[in-house]
């Protein structure tokens, strides 16, 4: 028998995050002490009004088919939510509820690129949108950055990767993996060069409530009408409510895109789970105080680990203005990224994610979504790890 495999799948690269956190999984399993910084995703706990919402829809029997962008009550909460802290204005029916942010960001480029399409992607990127890309036939263009110029690629750099070609720009700020954040000046004048040159933008802004040092998120939609017409908003539960598990994302796009993302997603997935979106309206209308707990607490961890390890001799990392990531420079260890972290796994039982995986091979990627006990014990092992390295 042939299994012979789609060049669209055989095309994509197995996640890389997935392999070091199967790895450290097996070698937790196998009893031994591994401090875990590869976690994309909050550690705290959803909510409980959101839990009740969702778990009073059960009892309720709200467990049948919805329409497939998602219930009217929710679509309507996203249009306020939108209009209230974006000043965005979006009908329901631009509103499409997904199972995920991820599955909105596939459905956005499912939806708008095609064979022969370029999209320029600014790295170091969240590792699943190039494979994305290539799964819809186009081609991923990839816009180098580094931590001198804070991650962000400039309005030139952007006006000279864009040809014919180019349909989409993916914009992600603050950013997974780098924590950066594009100021609004910045933010305006990136979405000009789209503007200009009739490029449409895909804003993912799942971390836009994660902000640090006085950081100021601006959607990229937002400062004009012709910026409007050329963005998709993308956004998601994941992060700001810590529900990575509920698989409810969301996106906002004019109109005649959010039809077709309709159309694509009633082929796929129909819609995102009944009782879910129950408790993502109580997610987006009731109570928010629970954010500045979590803000703080990510705050005093981004701060600590930020000054460990720009003592660490070697290493030095830009702060993070946003998410819950720092993204130190390693390339003086004279290690390559994932070498760096398999033999820090191994050496030191500290999980971390090799940069390559975001297409950045010259730094690794630590998630302060874990406790400051965590952190304390696994940057002292990072630090003997290099220290050792060094002699
Ligand atoms: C976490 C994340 C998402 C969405 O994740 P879901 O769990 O699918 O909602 C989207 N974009 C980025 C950059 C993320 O880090």
């Not at 919402?53 to 939108?82: H, V």
């Not at 895109?257 to 309206?281: C, E, L, M, W, Y």
């Amino acid at each position: 028998m042939n299994y012979r495999i789609s060049h669209r799948a055989a095309s994509l690269s197995p996640s890389l995050t997935l392999a070091i956190d199967a790895k450290a999984k097996q070698m937790k399993a196998d009893g031994l002490d591994v401090v875990g910084f590869g976690a994309g995703e909050p550690d705290f706990d959803t909510p409980q009004h959101i839990k009740d919402a969702a778990a009073r829809a059960l009892a309720d029997g709200f467990t049948k088919y919805t329409p497939s962008s998602g219930i009217p009550e929710l679509r309507q909460a996203i249009a306020d939510k939108f209009k209230r802290e974006n000043g965005l204005g979006y009908k329901p029916s631009q509103i499409i509820v997904s199972c995920g942010g991820k599955h909105s960001c596939y459905n956005v480029i499912l939806a708008t690129c095609q064979e022969g399409d370029e999209v320029i992607i600014p790295a170091p990127y969240w590792l699943s949108y190039p494979e994305m890309v290539k799964l819809a036939g186009a081609k991923p263009i990839i816009l180098q950055t580094t931590d001198k110029t804070e991650f962000k690629v400039t309005p030139d750099q952007l006006r000279s990767a864009i040809t014919p070609r180019t349909r989409l720009l993916i914009l992600n700020s603050p950013s997974n993996p780098t924590g950066s954040v594009y100021s609004p000046e910045e933010i305006k004048a990136i979405g000009n060069v789209c503007v200009e040159a009739g490029v449409l933008i895909m804003s993912d802004e799942i971390y836009e409530h994660l902000l640090y040092d006085g950081a100021e998120h601006k959607s990229v939609a937002s400062f004009s009408q012709a910026h409007y017409d050329h963005t998709i908003v993308v956004h998601g539960f994941a992060k700001a409510w810590s529900m990575t598990g509920w698989r409810l994302g969301f996106l906002a796009a004019p109109e005649p895109v959010a039809r077709a993302i309709d159309a694509v997603q009633s082929h796929s997935t129909s819609n995102p789970t009944s009782f879910a979106q129950k408790g993502a309206v109580a997610a987006l209308t009731g109570p928010q105080d629970h954010l500045h707990r979590w803000l703080a607490e990510y705050d005093k961890r981004r701060t600590y680990a930020w000054k460990k390890l720009n003592s660490i001799p070697g290493v030095s990392c830009v702060n993070s203005k946003g998410a819950f990531y720092l993204f130190p420079n390693i390339s003086k260890t004279g290690l390559k990224s994932a070498d760096f972290c398999e033999k820090l796994l191994e050496g030191e039982k500290v999980a971390a994610v090799p940069g390559i995986a975001f297409g950045a091979d010259d730094y690794i990627r630590l998630s302060y979504a874990t406790s400051m006990a965590n952190i304390e014990k696994g940057l002292d092992r990072l630090e003997k790890f290099i220290r050792t390295l060094s002699k």
